[in-house]
């Protein structure tokens, strides 16, 4: 990751049944599990009257731990959208290409292959509840936040 960007650590902790009160057992260990995720924020930009936020995560960043950031992320900052990259090389030829997506005879070229490759996911509502989604890099829902 680029040393421009400021690191921001944040610590999370899944717990096993989301927090819920499970029976004790002898076999069961009931010490939560803790995972350092760090990531980096990038510039934010204005599309279309609403301001997405752009964070960097490492690339060995598993599906759990995507999903307990977002979440987290989320209920830190409920009007939050933002995209998850897990590399910054080509941001900001996709924050361009965004930016200007819906202009007739744009001049800003879709990063395609490093989009397909480096775009883990999305946070945004979903039409037509406005229900706030985590979606993969295709577009598809991991989870409702």
């Given at each position: 990751?680029?040393?421009?960007?400021?690191?921001?650590?944040a610590?999370?902790?899944?717990?096993?049944?989301?927090?819920?009160?499970?029976?004790?057992?002898?076999?069961?260990?009931?010490?939560?599990?803790?995972?350092?995720?760090?990531y980096?924020?990038l510039e934010?930009?204005?599309?279309?009257?609403?301001?997405?936020?752009?964070?960097?995560?490492?690339?060995?960043?598993?599906?759990?731990?995507?999903?307990?950031?977002?979440?987290?992320?989320?209920?830190?900052?409920?009007?939050?959208?933002?995209?998850?990259?897990?590399?910054?090389?080509?941001?900001?030829?996709?924050?361009?290409?965004?930016?200007?997506?819906?202009?007739?005879?744009?001049?800003?070229?879709?990063p395609?292959?490093?989009?397909?490759?480096?775009?883990?996911?999305?946070v945004?509502?979903?039409?037509?509840?406005?229900?706030?989604?985590?979606?993969?890099?295709?577009?598809?829902?991991?989870?409702?936040?």
């Amino acid at each position: 990751m680029s040393n421009k960007y400021l690191f921001i650590f944040a610590s999370l902790f899944l717990f096993i049944g989301c927090g819920e009160t499970q029976p004790v057992s002898s076999s069961t260990p009931t010490v939560p599990v803790a995972q350092e995720i760090s990531y980096e924020i990038l510039e934010t930009y204005s599309k279309a009257g609403e301001e997405w936020h752009n964070i960097v995560v490492d690339v060995s960043l598993s599906s759990e731990g995507l999903k307990s950031l977002a979440k987290q992320l989320h209920t830190q900052n409920p009007d939050w959208r933002f995209h998850i990259f897990n590399d910054d090389t080509q941001f900001k030829a996709f924050a361009d290409w965004d930016i200007h997506y819906s202009e007739p005879d744009s001049k800003y070229v879709y990063p395609e292959l490093w989009a397909n490759k480096h775009l883990v996911a999305s946070v945004h509502p979903m039409w037509p509840d406005n229900q706030w989604k985590l979606l993969d890099g295709w577009g598809s829902e991991l989870m409702s936040l």
